[in-house]
């Protein structure tokens, strides 16, 4: 398997942010690290194992970066507002710089998958959603989409918080352009139904009626009461999905 390790100084954050790329070709996905996770989690959690045949085969080419969390939702010591433009830094760097990259090194101008387990599927949720005509789509493992959660319930007015928080900002999209982009993607949001997953249960189902109100397709997939939120289901999780999407590899 074709595997690259790039690095550069991002300005919009200010610092250097790494990344490891999988595979050369096929549909691009970006995948985010779980909380406060690094580039090579998904990897080191056997998430790459479990989808290479699909890589090998070409059928898609996964792009793994850096959290920004650490300065932003899980800075607990900032203030909730401060927390929320520090992502937008990071959503500047992944939409200014890592996608223009996938772009360019890829050779395609293909929209962009989006994918991650736990606080990597809020992540590909959220950026899914705030930018469409960047991304195609999510799969989305066990992710928590109300961003309050990670601001300790913060319920203020702020828009920079507003405007990340899916929950808050989609059930107003009225937008034809931006609706015709979302319900022409491929959005699965899953979860499963044994221990730790109880919040994601909540925002998972809080999604799909949002999505079924405004008439926009997506595969919420509710597994059963034996799945936990762990490693080891999302490796099914994962390269199942993708055969779904993509056929067998």
Known sequence: MNREYHKWHSPHLGQEMELLVYGRSGQPFIVFPTSSGRFFDFENNGMVQAAERFIESGLVRLVAVDSNDAQSWDAKSRPPEERARRHNDYDRYIVEEVA????QTGGSQRRIMCT???MGASHSVLFFFKH???????IALSGVYDFRFFLDHY????????YNNPLDFLPQ???PAVLASY???DIIICVGQGAWEEPMIADTLRMRDILQAK???CWIDLWGHDVNHDWPWW???FPYFLSKLYGAA
């Open 183 to 185: 319900r022409n993607s």
């Open 116 to 118: 991650g387990c736990s």
């Open 155 to 162: 319920d203020g007015n702020d828009l920079t918080v507003y």
């Open 132 to 138: 469409p005509q960047v991304f195609k789509g999510t």
């Open 235 to 237: 490796r099914r999780q």
């Open 100 to 103: 223009p990259f996938i772009s």
């Open 215 to 217: 008439g926009i397709p």
């Open 173 to 175: 999209v009225t937008d």
